[in-house]
């Protein structure tokens, strides 16, 4: 038996594949929805996306399981994403002469004079966020555009943030780049850019998964909710059996393959017999960050017109603010309303994550009141959505905690690691995807690796070159 951990993106695409090529699998998920991260959340009505999930990719296949999924059902939609500083609202990614206009003369200046030295005398070794992104943008538009927002999602200094966070998710961005291209001087020169456009799923990302899910059911998989993986049992050399909880029975669950897309720190600590001492160490070192989004009903039609807007603002304690109805009309069942979803990035053992549900409420109508993007009085209740483990964190020498842990996982034959979670990798989810198809056709066979997708850094939102 073909067992899967997780029921994410990966998890969910692995169990669909499977189906496609006639082999079954049962997939365990501890929570009680499908879709992991990329889960949609329905609260009377009003739906939020957890982190704003877009459907773009380069890869064809992928492109084919979202259309094969949701024929019908994914909308094409613009791209609007800004930056709000000191009350004003910055064009995201950066457009120089928006920035530099609305920074006004003197900082205009400063940032110029700050980006020339960098590119005289640039950071060396080029080691941590804020070294790669000095190096790019002067350290004057680092410190008003990045550090802050940065900081706040990873909750660690900018110093000690991998610049590998950086190179895989602005790539090819830079201040020099931007200017040439906004006087017309780089035009033709296949200049990198953000998407403008992309695809969602008409109920949320969430539609998708459940889709994805019932889909691979139907060609023979079983989704087993609220069952946890606490145990992998193995002989050294191959996964033989699962502890799975269900409720309050552990149940013993023999397999053939184990395809994982639980965190890679929850399968370290579940193997029976346990690694070496080196790898557990390297395994406890690694950290995940967590979200909560306090999602707030506002009786107002529009809010403004983004996608999405990063916080930047140190008094504001929110990092992004996501504007779920420009994503799609269909996330709120009143058009005369709006759903709006604040952001707050954090560690399970401390504040926000522990505080009450009402007091993130609070905190949100506070964060929203000094936002001043709504009337006085216009919220109308809300509902928080707390997601564990969202991010891996690219902290100090994560990469060769994660090398020890990939050398020793190779040992196990049926095994193999996929997603965001099981590769402890920031994938995009046409990422999680492919590792998902690559896993399973490893296990059937072939030789393919699903740790090499994404393994140059490359960020998959650049501009696809256009077809003859």
Same mark, same amino acid.
């Given at each position: ?7 994410g ?5 692995a ?7 006639g ?5 365990f998920?501890?929570d009680?929805?499908i879709?992991g ?5 329905c609260?009377?009505?009003?739906r939020?996306d957890?982190g704003?999930?877009?459907f ?7 492109s084919?399981?979202?259309?094969t999924?949701? &024929? ?17 609202l910055f @064009?995201?990614?950066l457009?120089a002469?928006d920035a ?9 200046a ?6 020339a030295?960098r590119?005289?005398w ?5 080691r ?5 992104v000095?190096n790019?943008?002067?350290d004057?538009?680092y ?9 706040k999602?990873w909750?660690?200094a900018?110093t000690?943030l991998?610049a590998d966070?950086?190179?895989?998710r602005?790539?090819n961005? %830079?201040?020099g780049?931007?200017?040439l291209n906004?006087i017309g001087?780089?035009?033709?020169? %296949?200049?990198?850019s953000l998407?403008e456009e992309?695809?969602?799923?008409r109920y949320?990302?969430g @539609? ?6 019932q889909?691979a ?9 609220r069952h946890?993986?606490?145990?992998v %049992?193995?002989?050294g050399?191959?996964?033989t059996s699962l ?20 965190p890679?720190?929850?399968l370290?600590?579940?193997?029976a017999p346990? &690694?070496?001492e080196m790898?557990? @160490? ?7 960050r967590?979200i ?13 017109p ?9 008094e504001?304690?929110a990092g ?11 996330m709120v ?5 709006s759903?709006?979803g604040?952001e707050?990035?954090t560690?399970?053992?401390s ?14 109508q506070q964060?929203m009141a000094?936002?001043?993007?709504v009337a006085p009085?216009?919220v109308?209740?809300?509902f928080?959505?707390?997601y ?13 905690r994660v ?7 190779a040992?196990?034959a049926n095994?193999?690691?996929v ?12 990422h999680s995807?492919?590792?998902a198809?690559?896993?399973v056709r490893?296990?059937l066979?072939e &030789?393919?690796?699903?740790w090499?997708?994404n393994?140059?850094?490359q960020?998959?939102e ?7």
């Amino acid at each position: 038996m073909i067992a899967i951990a997780g029921a994410g993106p990966a998890g969910v695409a692995a169990a669909y594949e499977l189906g496609r090529r006639g082999h079954a699998a049962r997939v365990f998920e501890h929570d009680a929805q499908i879709g992991g991260l990329s889960r949609t959340v329905c609260h009377d009505g009003y739906r939020c996306d957890i982190g704003g999930h877009r459907f773009f990719t380069k890869s064809a296949e992928v492109s084919q399981f979202w259309r094969t999924v949701l &024929p019908d059902d994914l909308l094409r939609r613009s791209r609007l994403s800004r930056i709000l500083y000191r009350g004003r609202l910055f @064009q995201y990614p950066l457009r120089a002469l928006d920035a530099l206009v609305k920074l006004g003369v003197s900082e205009t200046a400063h940032a110029l004079g700050s980006f020339a030295k960098r590119q005289i005398w640039p950071r060396r070794p080029e080691r941590s966020f804020e070294d790669w992104v000095s190096n790019r943008f002067g350290d004057h538009l680092y410190r008003i555009f990045f550090k802050t927002y940065t900081e706040k999602v990873w909750g660690i200094a900018c110093t000690d943030l991998s610049a590998d966070w950086a190179a895989q998710r602005i790539r090819n961005l %830079n201040l020099g780049r931007a200017m040439l291209n906004a006087i017309g001087v780089a035009r033709g020169r %296949n200049v990198a850019s953000l998407i403008e456009e992309f695809d969602y799923p008409r109920y949320g990302p969430g @539609q998708l998964y459940e889709n994805a899910a019932q889909q691979a059911t139907a060609m023979g998989a079983e989704f087993h909710l609220r069952h946890e993986i606490v145990r992998v %049992n193995h002989d050294g050399s191959r996964v033989t059996s699962l502890g799975v909880l269900d409720g309050g029975r552990l149940l013993e669950v023999p397999v053939s393959h184990l395809i994982s897309s639980m965190p890679l720190t929850d399968l370290i600590g579940r193997l029976a017999p346990a &690694p070496p001492e080196m790898v557990v @160490q390297a395994s406890r070192a690694l950290r995940y960050r967590s979200i909560i989004t306090v999602n707030l009903v506002i009786h107002q039609a529009d809010v403004l017109p983004d996608t999405w807007v990063y916080l930047h603002s140190p008094e504001i304690r929110a990092g992004r603010l996501q504007l779920y109805k420009n994503w799609s009309p269909y996330m709120v069942p009143d058009p005369a309303t709006s759903v709006v979803g604040l952001e707050y990035f954090t560690w399970e053992e401390s504040a926000p994550w522990t505080l009450s549900d009402t007091a993130l409420l609070e905190m949100a109508q506070q964060d929203m009141a000094a936002l001043n993007l709504v009337a006085p009085g216009s919220v109308a209740g809300g509902f928080v959505v707390r997601y564990s483990k969202a991010y891996p964190v690219y902290e100090g020498d994560y990469a060769t905690r994660v090398s020890a842990i990939r050398e020793y996982l190779a040992r196990f034959a049926n095994l193999v690691c996929v997603g965001r979670y099981g590769q402890f990798r920031y994938n995009n989810m046409d990422h999680s995807i492919m590792t998902a198809f690559l896993g399973v056709r490893r296990l059937l066979g072939e &030789p393919v690796d699903p740790w090499a997708v994404n393994e140059d850094a490359q960020y998959l939102e650049e501009r696809a070159p256009t077809q003859a």
